[in-house]
């Protein structure tokens, strides 16, 4: 997957080596899955478009491939219960109303080399775009854009939607400067903070002790028999 650590001359600012190029950074959005970019902790996120298009952005599968320079990674699950309270009880009573789940992830992009910025930050503007919505053919009709997210194991093509998607700088972060004026190559911060919104929305009927966790191959060993207790 490239070696960014190997001995190059620095001098040379417009050095590409394919030996010191990150091959995750450089790809491009892909059409379709591309094993070869599997890090080893598999990070990437599928796009869904409803119909497909020669125009790249409504392919109907856009595969998204980040290194998994992950910060921080939550996921939440909430019951919501009715509360009803009756006349000479204390404690009200309690009826079930709904389930949610929010998954909350933050990872940095990184440019090791210049060969990596303008693919990265073409990755992290189809994601940032995925909040936004996808039209039918004459433009009449709004629709929401769908993903699938894979983060390891844990979550695995998960189907959903990204509620948000928030980028930030830090001071510590350098910025190309492009002394050479190089028309392609243009002046962003090499390193930037993403954090990421994904609300889940299962290709199951959520239940107790159904897979929400790991892929579906894991899933024979979650369904086990309790232990019985002997008196």
Not at 139 to 164: H, V
Request: charged share 20%.
């Amino acid at each position: 997957m490239g070696n960014p650590g190997s001995r190059v001359d620095k001098s040379d600012v417009t050095n590409s080596s394919s030996d010191t190029t990150d091959i995750v950074n450089k790809a491009l959005v892909k059409k379709g899955r591309d094993n070869e970019l599997v890090d080893i902790i598999p990070f990437d996120i599928e796009v869904i478009s409803p119909d497909s298009r020669s125009d790249e952005r409504y392919w109907t599968n856009n595969f998204i491939y980040f290194r998994a320079h992950l910060d921080s990674f939550s996921d939440d699950y909430t019951g919501n219960w009715n509360e009803t309270k009756y006349i000479g009880r204390a404690e009200p009573m309690y009826t079930y109303d709904g389930f949610n789940r929010s998954v909350s992830f933050a990872f940095k992009i990184a440019a090791f080399s210049r060969s990596e910025l303008l693919p990265l930050y073409q990755k992290l503007n189809f994601l940032a775009s995925s909040t936004a919505p996808t039209y039918n053919g004459t433009g009449a009709f709004m629709r929401g854009t769908f993903s699938r997210l894979t983060i390891g194991d844990y979550l695995y093509q998960t189907p959903g939607f990204f509620s948000k998607i928030g980028i930030s700088w830090e001071v510590g972060y350098p910025w190309e400067i492009n002394l050479e004026n190089d028309t392609e190559l243009p002046k962003v911060p090499h390193i930037l903070n993403v954090d990421c919104g994904f609300t889940p929305v299962h290709n199951f009927i959520p239940a107790l002790n159904q897979p929400f966790i790991m892929k579906d191959s894991f899933y024979p060993y979650f369904k086990f028999k309790s232990d019985s207790v002997s008196g």
